[in-house]
């Protein structure tokens, strides 16, 4: 008999992406931001003492959660810093959804980390199936209500589409939905607004929970270090449930450095968003149809008369061109292709281009 619990002995795990060791990869699987992290990043890590490393760190972050606070306009007490955004996503199922019971509704298709920290939890599971053009039924905050759900995960702008719910829609639904609302923002950089306002104590809602991440907009993937916002009472009871040092010492120093680096960090995502168009419309001229997105990825979907997602997708992966695909409903004729530097998009384009033509025969 196995040691552990049935459902973790049932549990399919989080695949990641590849993490490919080979440098020679044109790597744009993983939506990594393709330009390096801003210079002051690195120097605070340099900062870091020995003595510092002797002692434990914060055990709440708090210099950067008064830093994220400030960024926000918010108060530390609305900040949660976690191992990565995955961490807080963790403690929210943990914190929120019942063992065995009422648990986490979201929309299909999505991150799918949520389902494997549902299973790992042991809760329920109730999805929503995305609109045709990738919106949110209205009545997504109903059907959530309708299971008990606990907790809500809408990711805006939405992964794997790229497209962005407004405000007002977030707002209803906030409204709408007797449980925690998480809206995880882990690509807000690449987008033209993002969920902040919800926080504002004038609108009193005490149910909204956003989710941000250092590893796409500040290129630190590597790091590991998101965090939450949130109404106080949300980030206490999330407090509660986290490892006594969650986040170490020299992650801390740089997302705190990484937070006052905005502007040099902004102009990656300047340029991510321009050869994002680009990278669309020269797909389009290849036959694909592009969603719109306001993230740093696209989902696209190759000519229908020619090779089939999959085999585009292998077809390249033996080029040494990295993108991602998914033998799933809804996304197994698709291509999620991060937008990586204009050099490795016309490497993508080029491959692309000769495979099609490789495949009709030419
Ligand atoms: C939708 C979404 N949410 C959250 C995350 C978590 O990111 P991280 O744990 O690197 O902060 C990711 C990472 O890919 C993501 O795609």
Redesign the pocket.
């Known amino acids: 008999m196995p040691y552990e619990r049935d459902n973790i002995h049932r549990l399919t795990p989080y695949t990641p992406g590849e993490q490919p060791q080979r440098a020679d990869v044109v790597k744009l699987n ?2 990594e931001n393709p330009y390096p992290p801003p210079a002051a990043v690195l120097e605070a890590i340099r900062r870091v003492s020995a003595d510092q490393l002797r002692r434990y760190p914060p055990p709440r972050a708090q210099p950067f959660r008064e830093a994220a606070a400030r960024l926000h306009g918010l108060s530390p007490e609305q900040v949660i810093a976690t191992n ?4 807080l ?1 963790r403690m929210a199922v943990t914190v929120f959804c019942e063992p065995g019971g009422r648990g986490l509704g979201e929309t299909y298709p ?2 799918s ?1 949520y389902d494997v920290l549902a299973d790992i939890h042991g809760t329920s599971i109730t999805q929503v199936p995305l609109e045709d053009d990738w919106s949110v039924p209205e009545d997504f905050a109903a059907r959530l209500n309708d299971h008990g759900c606990r907790l809500g995960l809408l ?1 805006n702008p939405h ?1 794997p589409s790229g497209r962005r719910e407004p405000l007002d829609k977030l707002e209803r639904l906030a409204r709408a939905f007797r449980g925690v609302l998480l809206i ?1 923002e ?2 807000v950089d690449f987008a033209e607004g993002d969920a902040t306002p919800l926080l504002d104590p004038e609108r009193g809602l005490d149910n909204v929970l956003l ?1 941000r ?4 907009g500040y290129s630190l ?1 590597g790091l ?3 965090y939450g916002l949130g109404h106080p009472r949300l980030i206490e009871a999330l407090d509660k449930a986290r490892d006594s040092y969650n986040t170490d010492i020299l992650s801390q120093a740089a997302a705190t450095a990484a937070l006052s680096a905005r502007d040099e960090a902004r102009e990656s995502w300047k340029k991510v968003i321009a050869e994002r168009a680009r990278l669309a419309g020269a797909l389009r001229q290849l036959g694909f149809s592009v969603a719109p997105s306001q993230t740093n990825f696209l989902l696209a979907a190759p000519p229908g008369d020619g090779l089939s997602a999959q085999a585009l997708y292998r077809a390249l992966h033996d080029r040494a061109i990295f993108v991602r695909y998914w033998d799933a409903p809804r996304l197994d004729d698709k291509l999620r292709i991060t937008v990586g530097t204009p050099e490795q998009d016309d490497a993508l384009l080029g491959a692309i281009a000769e495979i099609l033509r490789e495949g009709a025969g030419g």
Do not use: P, Q
């Open positions: 993983t939506n990565g955004g995955d961490e996503l999505t991150y980390l990711v992964a995880d882990a690509y989710l991440t250092l590893s796409k993937a590991r270090f998101g």
